[in-house]
């Protein structure tokens, strides 16, 4: 089997992309290590401070964020990077080809009950120049890498260079990612669906609708039973979505009218989109390509609905 080193150079991965992957794969197995040693490291449990979403930041994030924030400014290739626990972009190097976009932990509410988590990342090019908020905000068709690393029973890394997906699965051996999975291909049509049903009464009506004739099962308009999967972290959703197909979706909802929309679109719409994209699904936020969204803010948010080509395009003729 091939290792992620080996896997890059059959693609013909550039020098520089490489060494920035590898610095990204090598920091999320130390990551792993931290997560798997939870408690016994006294990681777990939440800080006193806030992200600039507003969101009570874990031990887990600050930890996390700062091991990436550290690997990623040593790398040599790397102007900045933003994160969803700071502020604003941190600018690394006076050189390098290019931008990091990341999340640290996703899915940190499921942290202290030992449930799944994730690194998500997204690589864009450094323009010439200084470097600001500015420099980061190209469309998700500019990414020249994207991907996440799952913490589960096994780490997994899936990753896009722009030529397919592909899922590696850490060896805890050789301490060294391996290729499991070559040329990931979402199926087109599937029966199951992942999406938060306790906001169900703030949805849009197109998404009420679309929902309403999923839980009809074969009784309803669609005519076959649909399951329905929550993990409530976006990372564990999509890895199901890229293994066995699915739709997965966080729509705009009207609970907090200053924030219809849930996910970001730099460090996790944007990657997630691309990895789904390049096996063959597609994700929009029901009335754009999420990659084709011009970015007004390196932490705007975005509603998500991605998978299986045929099942999402069903989902956008309810928003029609």
């Given amino acids: 089997?091939?290792?992620?080193?080996?896997?890059?150079?059959?693609?013909?991965?550039?020098?520089?992309?490489?060494?920035?992957?590898?610095?990204?794969?090598?920091?999320?197995?130390?990551?792993?290590?931290?997560?798997?040693?939870?408690?016994?490291?006294?990681?777990?449990?939440?800080?006193?401070?806030?992200?600039?979403?507003?969101?009570?930041?874990?031990?887990?994030?600050?930890?996390?964020?700062?091991?990436?924030?550290?690997?990623?400014?040593?790398?040599?290739?790397?102007?900045?990077?933003?994160?969803?626990?700071?502020?604003?972009?941190?600018?690394?190097?006076?050189?390098?080809?290019?931008?990091?976009?990341?999340?640290?932990?996703?899915?940190?509410?499921?942290?202290?009950?030992?449930?799944?988590?994730?690194?998500?990342?997204?690589?864009?090019?450094?323009?010439?120049?200084?470097?600001?908020?500015?420099?980061?905000?190209?469309?998700?068709?500019?990414?020249?890498?994207?991907?996440?690393?799952?913490?589960?029973?096994?780490?997994?890394?899936?990753?896009?260079?722009?030529?397919?997906?592909?899922?590696?699965?850490?060896?805890?051996?050789?301490?060294?990612?391996?290729?499991t999975q070559d040329k990931v291909s979402i199926a087109a049509d599937t029966a199951e669906f992942a999406i938060n049903m306790s906001n169900q009464r703030f949805w849009e009506s197109p998404m009420q609708r679309y929902i309403d004739d999923l839980l009809q099962g074969k009784n309803g308009p669609r005519g076959k039973s649909f399951n329905m999967r929550w993990i409530a972290a976006m990372v564990g959703d999509v890895h199901r979505v890229l293994c066995r197909g699915g739709i997965f979706t966080y729509p705009t909802d009207c609970k907090n009218p200053d924030k219809p929309y849930k996910l970001r679109l730099m460090y996790e719409a944007n990657p997630m989109a691309m990895l789904v994209e390049q096996a063959g699904g597609s994700a929009s936020t029901g009335y754009q390509n999420i990659l084709d969204i011009a970015p007004e803010a390196i932490h705007q948010r975005v509603a998500v609905i991605l998978g299986s080509t045929n099942e999402v395009a069903t989902c956008l003729q309810y928003h029609k």
């Fill in 1 to 179: 089997m091939q290792t992620l080193a080996q896997a890059l150079a059959e693609k013909a991965v550039p020098d520089s992309l490489t060494h920035l992957i590898n610095t990204l794969a090598t920091t999320s197995i130390s990551i792993s290590q931290a997560v798997r040693r939870g408690a016994l490291a006294g990681v777990l449990g939440t800080t006193d401070h806030e992200n600039v979403q507003g969101e009570t930041q874990k031990k887990l994030d600050v930890i996390t964020n700062d091991m990436l924030k550290e690997a990623l400014a040593a790398a040599g290739n790397v102007r900045a990077l933003a994160s969803e626990e700071e502020d604003e972009p941190v600018i690394v190097s006076d050189s390098g080809d290019f931008l990091v976009c990341f999340d640290p932990l996703d899915g940190s509410s499921n942290i202290d009950i030992n449930s799944l988590v994730g690194t998500i990342f997204s690589v864009l090019p450094a323009p010439a120049g200084a470097v600001s908020e500015q420099s980061f905000l190209q469309s998700g068709r500019h990414q020249v890498a994207a991907g996440y690393v799952l913490y589960g029973a096994a780490t997994m890394l899936a990753l896009t260079t722009g030529k397919g997906t592909q899922l590696f699965t850490l060896d805890t051996d050789s301490n060294e990612f391996v290729l």
